[in-house]
């Protein structure tokens, strides 16, 4: 039973047929439970729900060549339609932080799910490109919010004596979802297949889509099957729903029955933050934010790492998004060059000549027209690009992952990071001259695996010199800049595109070099001024789920 104290500074326990001294902490309690089915059978039923936050921002590069008609795609539209996830998860991705105390995630995932699985249908037969960016726009909501929580959900089953690992596996497991959408173009997109849905003719790329609606809608029902997790359950105030949980963890990991779970009372704290108006603890929370973001922006002790950090997390995450979302089509293009009438002899085309649209193979009817610019292409899809794109996806996730197996001291970090700007650098230097579209490719791969390597130290980088009670936030702000590089990236580069294409490839060897020359300037950890950092250390816990939350988005 829940006996509760008059006093208001005495604890209640859960009781029930023991002594109240043998009551315990949630943290210990969970820590009781051990490892084992329970987490790993978890970690499954989550895993579609992570995964459809990678199909949403990632689906839609690879259907640019073939949509073309259908949406009326020039360069920049394209650069709109793999960037207008971004701008929503930038837009509202805040908000969720002052819901989840309130809301259950469990709740907010089956919501998500659903909301997601019927947006994947329902783009699958759109004709408007404004419509279809209204709906990749309120995907991206959802990616910003519900979806991007998995890994704070997860974390609060784990003690702290498995979180690092688990966090790292799952990370993996997450970051796998990069190959999927690639290895479904190379499988759909090339064929022509031609169905009658409704009335509606449903060819390669509709079908395409609909097939990435299998993550959500297989999320929709794993999700319901979740349970809350204990911490949350702690919170409002139902700890005898959280003692039954970590029993029942405790029996799968074990193998041992329920009784015998040593843990019999559970400390319950007061409820403090829901028992007042959600608008009054809500501004809390933000006040307690920008305090943190005042003291990394304002403090000169802390502001040069801070700076660091930001910056080449802003300059991995430009080259990498903007990589591995134009990748495929680009070569797409690249399959379609019209070689017969290339009329320089002596030496290649270079990637901007063959990226011209004068260029190639099914501009030929169109170069007489006087609206040969609004002319729309049909391509000819190779499945060897995509085949590519699913080996480049691959090696992104694998090396980024093993990397962080070596990366365990400051000057590894700074070696390794500096290496892989260099390669970048030298890659887009060199990709516009590389002579044939293999020795392209290999460039092109290359800043897509280095610029995730890069990024993925950053983040580690921003973990060890940035105190502990700041570090949640500046990872939150990292994320961000991080969709914001993405955003600016793609809207910036398919501009150029269809301009000065030279200047986009240079443009981004630049911009890797400046990062190279940042990586010379590797800061020293900040050391903590208690004064400074009193009221930061007041917001903690808060953090702490800003924190997780930030590293599903990242994932």
């Known amino acids: 039973m829940l006996a509760s104290d008059r006093d208001n500074n005495k604890i209640a326990t859960i009781t029930g047929n023991v002594n109240v001294n043998e009551s315990t902490d949630l943290d210990k309690a969970i820590s009781t439970t051990g490892y084992g089915l ?19 921002t990632t689906s839609g590069a690879f259907i640019l060549a073939s949509a073309e008609c259908d949406l009326q795609l020039t360069f920049f539209r394209k650069g709109m339609l793999v960037a207008f996830p971004y701008v929503a998860m930038i837009m509202t991705s805040f908000i969720w932080d002052y819901i989840t105390p309130y809301i259950g995630m469990k709740i907010l995932f089956i919501l998500a799910m659903l909301g997601d699985a019927i947006l994947n249908i329902l783009s699958s037969g759109i004709h408007s490109y404004y419509v279809f960016l209204l709906v990749k726009f309120i995907s ?51 064929l022509n297949w031609h169905i009658d849905v409704f009335g ?38 139902k700890p005898d729903a959280a003692l039954k949980l970590l029993r029942r963890m405790y029996c799968m990991n074990t193998r041992q029955p329920p009784e015998t779970f040593p843990i019999k009372a559970l400390l ?6 829901l028992a007042r108006p959600v608008l009054e603890a809500s501004l809390e929370r933000l006040r307690a934010s920008l305090y943190n973001v005042k003291l990394l922006l304002m403090t ?16 991995s995450m430009l080259g990498f998004n903007v990589m591995r979302l134009w990748v495929p089509h680009l070569f797409i293009i690249l399959n ?41 292409f049909r391509w000819t ?20 992952f093993l990397i962080g197996f070596i990366t365990t001291t400051k000057l590894r970090k700074q070696i390794i990071m500096l290496m892989a700007f260099l390669i970048s650098v030298a890659s887009s ?63 910036i580069f398919s501009a150029l595109l269809g301009t000065e294409c030279i200047v986009a490839f240079m443009g981004l060897g630049c911009f890797f070099f400046v990062c190279c020359c940042v990586c010379l300037f590797f800061p020293q950890p900040v050391k903590e001024s208690p004064k400074k950092l009193a009221e930061a250390d007041t917001s903690k816990e808060n953090n702490k789920r800003h924190l997780n939350h930030s590293q599903g988005t990242s994932t």
């Not at 329970?38 to 949403?56: E, K, M």
Request: glycine letters at 6%.
């Open 200 to 237: 509606q003719d449903y060819d390669s790329w509709r079908i395409y889509l609909l097939i990435c609606s299998i993550p959500p809608v297989v999320g929709l029902m794993t999700a319901t099957m979740l349970p809350e997790s204990p911490k949350y359950l702690m919170a409002i105030g």
């Open 38 to 56: 329970f987490n790993v059978l978890l970690l499954l039923a989550t895993l579609p729900i992570a995964w459809t936050a990678v199909f949403d």
């Open 381 to 400: 899809i190779n499945p060897t690009v995509y085949q590519n794109s699913t080996i480049i996806a691959s090696s992104a996730v694998i090396f980024s």
């Open 300 to 315: 000169i002790a802390y502001l040069p790492a801070f700076c660091f950090v930001s910056f080449l997390q802003f300059g």
């Open 429 to 491: 230097f060199g990709i516009n001259w590389a002579q044939s579209p293999p020795y392209m490719l290999t460039l092109a791969a290359a800043v897509i695996v280095t610029t995730r390597i890069a990024g993925n130290i950053v983040t580690a980088v921003n973990v060890d010199v940035i105190p502990v009670p700041l570090r949640a936030t500046s990872t939150n702000i990292l994320t961000t800049i991080g969709n914001i590089a993405a955003i600016v990236g793609n809207l």
């Open 140 to 190: 991206g909501i959802l990616v910003g919010g519900p979806l991007a929580m998995v890994m704070t959900y997860l974390t609060e089953f784990h003690s702290a004596r498995y979180k690092p690992r688990f966090a790292t596996w799952a990370g993996f497991l997450f970051a796998v979802a990069n190959i999927v959408p690639a290895a479904l173009g190379f499988t759909i997109l090339p």
């Open 336 to 376: 379609n060059f019209d070689a017969e009438n290339w009329t320089p002899e002596g030496r290649q085309p270079t990637m901007c000549e063959m990226l011209d649209r004068h260029a190639a193979l099914p501009g030929r009817r169109y170069l007489n027209c006087s609206n040969f610019d609004d002319a729309c």
């Open 268 to 273: 319950v704290g007061p409820k403090a933050q």
